[in-house]
């Protein structure tokens, strides 16, 4: 069985901190460009990071380009997410997602490109 399962989530005050993870299970990981989405109460779903299957290249929104760095571990199934600089406006339901198709790249945030999603974690940044 496919499986996201995220974690790391929780409350920090404006210019924080967080790493979130993301393991993954039940197909081969290093397979597929992963990337992060986040959905704040009473907006659309937007992409925040990308990257492809080896780690090079990622891709960011240019919001939190600078500030947030994603990563990868391929011998240990599990997707990353260093958020730095925290503002209020990144409050939001953070998810990871894996691409519908293998050996393929990921150079946008297109959502109908990913195939398989985590339940998110919840980050709430205070100001």
């Known amino acids: 069985q496919v499986q996201l399962v995220e974690s790391g989530g929780g409350s920090v005050q404006a210019g924080g901190s967080l790493r979130l993870s993301c393991a993954a299970s039940?197909?081969?990981?290093?397979?597929?460009?992963m990337g992060w989405f986040r959905q704040a109460p009473g907006k659309e779903r937007e992409g925040v990071a990308t990257i492809s299957r080896g780690g090079v290249p990622s891709y960011y929104a240019d919001s939190v380009q600078g500030r947030f760095t994603i990563s990868r571990d391929n011998a240990k199934n599990t997707l990353y997410l260093q958020m730095n600089d925290l503002k209020p406006e990144d409050t939001a339901m953070y998810s990871c997602?894996?691409?519908?198709?293998?050996?393929?790249?990921?150079?946008?945030?297109?959502?109908?490109?990913?195939?398989?999603w985590g339940q998110g974690t919840q980050v709430t940044v205070s100001s």
């Open positions: 997602a894996r691409h519908r198709i293998p050996w393929v790249g990921c150079a946008n945030f297109v959502q109908t490109d990913f195939g398989v």
């Open positions: 039940g197909y081969t990981y290093s397979s597929y460009c």
